[in-house]
């Protein structure tokens, strides 16, 4: 970034669903950035995405990162690229906006984050937008204020309406648990230690040996419990709902009913959220712009870049999913054994 140029120019890698919304965002809706490369395996879909903002394309995502004009990178490639990519940043110096996962096993997760402490410079920060959600802030602030006495239980509830069909039962971990995993560090402020899933019956419409629902627990280090309904195929909207119930109370976010019309004839209701970017759009919008404010800060003084969950959360996360991953396939409570955190790692489980 030269002392002219006042835009953070940043490289786009993998423009699938989320990358575009990215590369949407970052080019009409937030302030002090504009794309400048964008890379995906599919060279037809990278010049679908950069043409019409004047990107160039750039096919080899290394090459991307390394670019003369990048000074940040977002990532949105599929999850096992992210190690590689993520390490790249790093080496070069560069923000980096991961897209979750951080990586796809927590050991190299952890790795990834003992070499950002290493390097002296935080940069990456991971897309765990949820955090960024007005009523997930709200109830955070509401916890961590002591305004409802200590947490005792996290109700927690995660329904798609449609899914692809590779999604299996560990998918449903790994793809979608991983946000409850990031949402109740966030919320308890504490680490989750232990992990139990039960798997009941199942839908019709989900594939032979596919536990879809499924009861997830998570085990929290002051003995807070947190339970999850994971739910992917329901067929009906997008639902994700909170509830904590504390000493001195509870609170609950996500009703998601929108507008609430009354008709002649005598029916009256909301309307559904059909997906997740409709449900989190604000919090992703959100989640960039600080980035970007973030990440400017970082090039420009040569300092840390973050301004979110880090690498730790990440590396957390894989933790609870790696945990979740074996109850699934073993039937039995399996703990998380995360390693300590280093005192020079950064700050708090919230690193936002
Ligand atoms: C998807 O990848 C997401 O990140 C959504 O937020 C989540 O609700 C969905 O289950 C995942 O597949």
Redesign the pocket.
């Given at each position: 970034m030269s002392s002219q140029d006042t835009e953070l120019k940043v490289a786009v890698l993998g423009v699938g669903k989320m990358g575009s919304f990215h590369v949407e965002s970052l080019s009409r809706r937030t302030r002090g950035a504009r794309v400048t490369v964008v890379s995906d395996f599919s060279d037809e879909q990278a010049h679908r995405v950069a043409d019409p903002i004047g990107a160039r394309v750039v096919a080899d995502p290394l090459a991307a990162i390394a670019a003369d004009d990048v000074d940040a990178v977002v990532i949105a490639s599929p999850g096992t690229a992210h190690e590689e990519q993520v390490l790249a940043c790093l080496e070069a110096g560069k923000p980096v906006l991961c897209e979750k996962p951080l990586t796809t096993e927590a050991a190299t997760a952890a790795a990834v984050h003992r070499r950002e402490t290493e390097l002296g410079r935080r940069l990456i920060q991971v897309g765990f937008m949820r955090r960024f959600d007005h009523e997930y802030a709200a109830l955070q602030q509401m916890i961590a204020g002591d305004e409802l006495g200590a947490p005792l239980m996290l109700h927690c509830t995660?329904r798609?309406p449609a899914?692809p069909e590779f999604f299996d039962s560990e998918f449903m971990i790994r793809?979608?648990v991983v946000?409850e995993a990031d949402s109740a560090r966030f919320l308890l402020g504490e680490e989750i230690t232990a992990v139990s899933v039960v798997r009941g019956r199942p839908t019709g419409s989900a594939p032979a040996g596919v536990s879809d629902p499924m009861l997830v627990l998570f085990e929290a280090e002051s003995g807070a419990l947190v339970t999850i309904e994971i739910f992917?195929r329901t067929g009906i909207a997008y639902e994700v709902r909170t509830e904590v119930v504390a000493e001195r109370g509870s609170a609950l976010i996500g009703l998601d009913q929108n507008v609430v019309t009354k008709r002649v004839g005598g029916t009256w209701g909301g309307t559904s959220t059909p997906d997740?970017v409709a449900r989190f759009g604000q919090a992703y919008d959100d989640q960039m712009q600080r980035w970007v404010a973030a990440a400017t800060r970082g090039v420009t003084t040569g300092g840390d870049a973050v301004d979110g969950p880090g690498s730790w959360d990440g590396y957390a996360a894989a933790a609870i999913c790696e945990a979740g991953v074996a109850a699934v396939i073993k039937g039995e409570r399996v703990e998380t054994g995360m390693e300590a955190r280093s005192e020079a790692s950064g700050a708090t489980g919230d690193e936002s």
């Open positions: 995660h798609n899914v793809d979608s946000h992917v997740f």
